[in-house]
């Protein structure tokens, strides 16, 4: 220990010159780098891409799970066979459906991708055009995500709780305003995002395929126009032909190598959620109602959303009915194809894109003919798993019009269950059959048109509330109907 004490001189005058010369430095040599200041984009994307794609797709979090125990069964794709009362298909929810959506896509995936906007923007710590460019598409995503199942949301002031005067009550946005928000969004995320510009990192949507992005962001813009066309005709009928004049500038999904899914790999925490679900749990079976349409189609695609019987028939399971009532019927349960831990979360498709465009197109909105955007959606729905569409298939849907595009959209649309039941409440498409005799449905028997805001609003933000539910224009219950509804 006495050695301490015999510091050579030369040393000490080193030491004393040393401290004099980086006393400006001081605040950089005592930076932590396991607790950086700032933290990159490359690590914020991940996760909020994440819990946006997983709260909309399906995750293991039950009593929280909007998509496949609420949707899917509202717009009976699936039906349970029991805990009914509980979980969604008689039209009744816990409340945790609304706070864990709510929750998680603000404070997990929206917040992560605010702050990756700013740190990538002009002036910010990572400027980065592609990085701002992804976060604004995936931040329009997850708006646009939550205001269709709300209504009214925090959106213009709702991520400025850390900003230099911050808004931790921030007030509501009609839903005619976000949409013309995201809207604005996805141009301009376009405008930002370069191919053979710069590098970006924690991509697990596209691995840094910035053409991927720009396609995603130009459809899913043409998409919200086409939702938004009855309320606001010209504006959306612009803002589709301007994508659709101009491929170059304004690029699309071409075919089923280029839409919008994330990818899983068989590790804990990386699986597919429905795989987590489904392969754990019997609680569902498929519905009556999707089964019966693919059997009077004669549709092979049965195959896929459907495991057989063992005498190798398809059968379906009444929706709303008691679980003494299911338990007492053989049904098929969902197909292989989603069991697999590898399967992809969906998102957005070509085939949604072309059945949008065949409506668009039916509604006069686009040029082109409407039937043939309809046989290249439902051709691409065969093609996404794995088949081909028959060539008499179209004959067999009689007469078309807007119903058969949006049955048709509907079929296709299974797993994306929140897609489709937003799609039944915009138009009313396609028609429900009466219900079983031994059904019970709760909400006065309406389809569910919304869920309810959480509890949180009410106790932490209520003035900014009942200024939202006002411009909801009914009860925040889940019978008002939204402002896109036809």
Same mark, same amino acid.
């Given at each position: 220990?006495?050695?301490?004490?015999?510091?050579?001189?030369?040393?000490?005058?080193?030491?004393?010159?040393?401290?004099?010369?980086?006393?400006?430095?001081?605040?950089?040599?005592?930076?932590?780098?396991?607790?950086?200041?700032?933290i990159?984009?490359?690590?914020?994307?991940?996760?909020?891409?994440?819990?946006?794609?997983?709260?909309?797709?399906?995750?293991?979090?039950?009593?929280?799970?909007?998509?496949?125990?609420?949707?899917?069964?509202?717009?009976?794709?699936?039906?349970?066979?029991?805990?009914?009362?509980?979980?969604?298909?008689?039209?009744?929810?816990?409340?945790?459906?609304?706070?864990?959506?709510?929750?998680?896509?603000?404070?997990?995936?929206?917040?992560?991708?605010?702050?990756?906007?700013?740190?990538?923007?002009?002036?910010?710590?990572?400027?980065?055009?592609?990085?701002?460019?992804?976060?604004?598409?995936?931040?329009?995503?997850?708006?646009?995500?939550?205001?269709?199942?709300?209504?009214? =949301?925090?959106?213009?002031?709702?991520?400025?709780?850390?900003?230099?005067?911050? +808004?931790?009550?921030?007030?509501?946005? $009609?839903?005619?305003?976000?949409?013309?928000?995201?809207?604005e969004?996805?141009?301009?995320?376009?405008?930002?995002?370069?191919?053979?510009?710069? +590098? +970006?990192?924690?991509?697990?949507?596209?691995?840094?395929?910035?053409?991927?992005?720009?396609?995603?962001?130009?459809?899913?813009?043409?998409?919200?126009?086409?939702?938004?066309?009855?309320?606001?005709?010209?504006? $959306?009928?612009?803002?589709?032909?301007?994508?659709?004049?101009?491929?170059?500038?304004?690029?699309?999904?071409?075919?089923?190598?280029?839409?919008?899914?994330?990818?899983?790999?068989?590790?804990?925490?990386?699986?597919?959620?429905?795989?987590?679900?489904?392969?754990?749990?019997?609680?569902?079976?498929?519905?009556?109602?999707?089964?019966?349409?693919?059997l009077?189609?004669?549709?092979?695609?049965?195959?896929?959303y459907?495991?057989?019987?063992?005498?190798?028939?398809?059968?379906?399971?009444?929706?709303?009915?008691?679980?003494?009532?299911?338990?007492?019927?053989?049904?098929?349960?969902?197909?292989?194809?989603?069991?697999?831990?590898?399967?992809?979360?969906?998102?957005?498709?070509?085939?949604?894109?072309?059945?949008?465009?065949?409506?668009?197109?039916?509604?006069?909105?686009?040029?082109?003919?409407?039937?043939?955007?309809?046989?290249?959606?439902?051709?691409?729905?065969?093609?996404?798993h794995?088949?081909?569409?028959?060539?008499?298939?179209?004959?067999?849907?009689?007469?078309?019009?807007? #119903?058969?595009?949006?049955?048709?959209?509907?079929?296709?649309?299974?797993?994306q269950?929140?897609?489709?039941?937003?799609?039944?409440?915009?138009t009313?498409?396609?028609?429900?059959p009466?219900?079983?005799?031994?059904? =019970?449905?709760?909400?006065?028997?309406?389809?569910?048109?919304?869920?309810?805001?959480?509890?949180? #609003?009410?106790?932490?933000?209520?003035?900014?509330?009942?200024?939202?539910?006002q411009?909801?224009?009914?009860?925040?219950?889940?019978?008002?109907?939204?402002?896109?509804?036809?």
């Open positions: 220990m006495k050695r301490l004490k015999f510091i050579p001189y030369t040393l000490m005058l080193g030491l004393f010159l040393l401290v004099g010369s980086c006393t400006e430095e001081f605040e950089e040599i005592n930076t932590d780098p396991n607790n950086p200041v700032t990159s984009p490359a690590l914020l994307l991940p996760n909020a891409i994440q819990v946006s794609v997983d709260r909309y797709w399906g995750h293991s979090t039950r009593f929280e799970r909007l998509n496949i125990d609420a949707a899917m069964c509202w717009i009976q794709h699936l039906a349970r066979n029991i805990y009914i009362n509980a979980e969604g298909d008689t039209y009744e929810i816990p409340i945790t459906v609304s706070t864990g959506t709510w929750d998680n896509l603000y404070n997990s995936s929206l917040v992560n991708l605010e702050q990756v906007i700013e740190l990538a923007g002009e002036g910010g710590a990572f400027q980065n055009r592609n990085y701002e460019g992804i976060a604004l598409v995936m931040k329009a995503f997850t708006f646009s995500y939550l205001t269709d199942v709300f209504g009214p =949301i925090p959106y213009s002031n709702a991520l400025k709780g850390a900003a230099d005067e911050p +808004v931790n009550s921030p007030d509501y946005d $009609s839903m005619e305003e976000i949409y013309a928000g995201v809207l969004d996805l141009k301009m995320a376009n405008e930002k995002l370069t191919i053979g510009g710069p +590098v +970006v990192n924690g991509d697990i949507m596209f691995d840094g395929d910035i053409l991927r992005w720009k396609k995603f962001a130009n459809s899913l813009r043409i998409k919200l126009a086409n939702r938004q066309a009855a309320k606001k005709p010209a504006e $959306s009928r612009a803002i589709m032909q301007e994508i659709l004049s101009s491929p170059e500038t304004f690029p699309i999904f071409t075919g089923n190598d280029d839409y919008a899914q994330l990818n899983h790999a068989n590790v804990i925490g990386s699986r597919n959620k429905m795989f987590d679900v489904f392969s754990t749990r019997s609680d569902w079976n498929i519905s009556t109602t999707l089964v019966d349409k693919l009077e189609l004669d549709d092979d695609r049965i195959s896929v459907a495991l057989p019987l063992a005498d190798g028939s398809f059968a379906g399971l009444p929706n709303g009915l008691t679980d003494a009532a299911a338990s007492s019927i053989s049904a098929s349960t969902i197909g292989q194809k989603f069991l697999d831990p590898e399967a992809p979360s969906i998102l957005m498709t070509y085939s949604e894109l072309m059945f949008i465009l065949a409506e668009a197109a039916l509604e006069g909105d686009i040029a082109g003919d409407h039937m043939d955007y309809l046989e290249m959606a439902i051709s691409g729905s065969f093609e996404q794995g088949l081909e569409m028959p060539a008499d298939y179209i004959s067999r849907l009689g007469n078309v019009d807007k #119903e058969a595009i949006m049955t048709q959209k509907w079929i296709a649309l299974f797993g269950g929140v897609e489709a039941w937003t799609e039944y409440r915009r009313g498409f396609p028609q429900m009466t219900p079983d005799p031994n059904a =019970i449905f709760v909400n006065d028997g309406v389809l569910p048109t919304r869920i309810e805001y959480p509890p949180s #609003e009410y106790s932490l933000n209520m003035t900014n509330l009942e200024e939202g539910i411009m909801l224009g009914g009860g925040d219950n889940m019978r008002t109907r939204l402002w896109w509804a036809e």
